[in-house]
């Protein structure tokens, strides 16, 4: 497939649930982000794009870029498969900058010749630019076969530098146990690699997946933290009740032994719509990160109007109560254009929030000595979502009655609550005490829906409330 096939994406033809300040795809389905950077002055963002329709299919790379993370510039199409080394399509991947050169590395998808889907191969490959707009495809591509270990599942790779060489992993399923792994990678060139070994391995697959997709390594407080997809987990009490999962794991990578020690895995989203993050390092030293908001077993009554999918507003990774969170980058305090409420109050009766667009708007919450309290989005007198905290549980829990059911999430018991939701078209983002743990949704309505707040006992509140939108 061509670059100028590929500009030939459908055409929307109903806006109504479009984001104002999300990045979503000019038309066509959106899934995982890819190739995060910051490059000659503006940061990239590279995504699974089919361009062709609302729904999934061989896999290119859309691109937009920006300067502050608010205005987002459109950019032709990146990466578009056909060729040898991605046949069936260019899968997920990472970015990085060396010699002033921007280089991709992707995933080819593959399928054998017996109309089967479920049957393909898969290897990584590279692409670069000078200018970060037009790659070319390395003429020595694949760069990294599948291991004869391996089962078919072998993608989505991140690539770092460390001490002068460079190294990447692969998101892997051991053939022999059919057990989620992560592969790690040695190369001097980004051309020539050498396989190190697995780091970490799933010790089972009800516990902890079959096959782990874009996996994301990064070093935040003197830590080593794996954040990767895992498939087939169980659910585990009240975690991990989505089909799709992303967990983080944190330790310290031994680039001797090339092992990762670490710890159990900790469910970081726990809404209904989050699914393969990556990271990048910013210019000023923060983790930053965009996940896909959605997953593969909700419903997308965008596709009717031409277009699937988007991202998450840009989060930056922190550490809170000794596990991986995220919270808001702090270049979103821009969106807020006009304040419709901040003030103290006693929190008891439902209050509406007098929003002139609930759909668009940011409310910041602080609460002390929280009870029983409610956070509700309401069309009319539908609950389209809530989120009420239980204090004799220390428990959050996020209810959409329509569709997909409860989520919950548990937090250390203290004092005073944070809470900071951003309210897109077709998206809430929930954040609870500044990165201890976080909600991703998405809903659909077309009658603007109203914001209340109640609890069962008198609580004080300091409440500020935003209208958002693009700053000029």
Avoid at 44 to 50: A, I, K, R, S
Avoid at 86 to 106: H, M, P, Q
Avoid at 342 to 354: D, Y
Avoid at 454 to 472: C, F, H, N, R, V
Wanted: charged share 15%.
């Amino acid at each position: 497939m061509s670059l100028e096939k590929a500009k030939e994406s459908i055409t929307i033809t109903n806006t109504r649930y479009r984001q104002h300040y999300h990045l979503q795809t000019p038309g066509g389905w959106l899934n995982d982000p890819n190739g995060l950077c910051y490059f000659q002055g503006y940061y990239h963002v590279f995504y699974q794009y089919h361009p062709y329709s609302a729904e999934w299919g061989p896999m290119h790379w859309g691109h937009a870029r920006s300067q502050d993370l608010l205005h987002w510039e459109e950019l032709p199409i990146a990466l578009t498969p056909g060729d040898p080394e991605d046949t069936g399509g260019c899968f997920s991947g990472s970015a990085i900058v060396k010699d002033n050169r921007l280089y991709l590395i992707y995933t080819g998808h593959h399928y054998y010749d017996d109309g089967d889907q479920d049957h393909f191969w898969e290897n990584q490959n590279v692409a670069y630019s000078d200018d970060g707009i037009h790659f070319t495809k390395y003429a020595g591509n694949p760069v990294i076969e599948v291991p004869d270990d391996n089962g078919q599942d072998f993608r989505d790779p991140k690539v770092w530098a460390h001490d002068g060489q460079y190294y990447l992993i692969v998101g892997s399923q051991a053939q022999s146990s059919r057990t989620g792994r992560v592969l790690l990678y040695q190369s001097a060139d980004l051309f020539n690699w050498q396989l190190l070994g697995p780091i970490t391995n799933a010790n089972s697959t009800d516990s902890e997946g079959f096959m782990w997709e874009c996996p994301d390594l990064f070093h935040l407080n003197g830590q080593d933290i794996l954040v990767f997809s895992p498939m087939g987990i169980a659910p585990q009490g009240h975690n991990f009740l989505n089909l799709n999962q992303v967990a983080s794991v944190m330790g310290n990578l031994n680039y001797s032994t090339q092992t990762l020690n670490r710890g159990s895995l900790f469910e970081i989203d726990h809404g209904h719509n989050f699914y393969a993050p990556q990271s990048f390092l910013a210019p000023d030293g923060r983790q930053m990160m965009y996940g896909w908001m959605s997953s593969f077993d909700d419903p997308y009554p965008e596709q009717a109007d031409g277009w699937c999918g988007c991202l998450t507003v840009p989060r930056e990774y922190v550490i809170k109560n000794h596990h991986l969170g995220m919270i808001p980058v702090a270049e979103l305090a821009q969106l807020r254009q006009q304040t419709i409420v901040s003030e103290t109050l006693q929190l008891n009766h439902p209050v509406t929030i007098a929003y002139n667009d609930a759909q668009h708007a940011e409310l910041d919450l602080t609460l002390e000595h929280p009870q029983n309290y409610q956070w509700s989005f309401r069309n009319q007198d539908q609950v389209i979502m809530s989120l009420t905290f239980d204090p004799a549980q220390n428990e959050f829990t996020l209810d959409r009655p329509h569709h997909g059911g409860k989520r919950y999430v548990t937090i250390t018991p203290q004092p005073t609550h944070h809470l900071q939701i951003i309210i897109d078209t077709s998206s809430v983002e929930i954040f609870i005490n500044d990165g201890e743990a976080c909600f991703t949704e998405r809903y659909y309505v077309e009658e603007a829906p109203s914001v209340i707040l109640s609890a069962q006992e008198p609580t004080k509140a300091q409440l500020a409330a935003y209208q958002l939108g693009i700053p000029d």
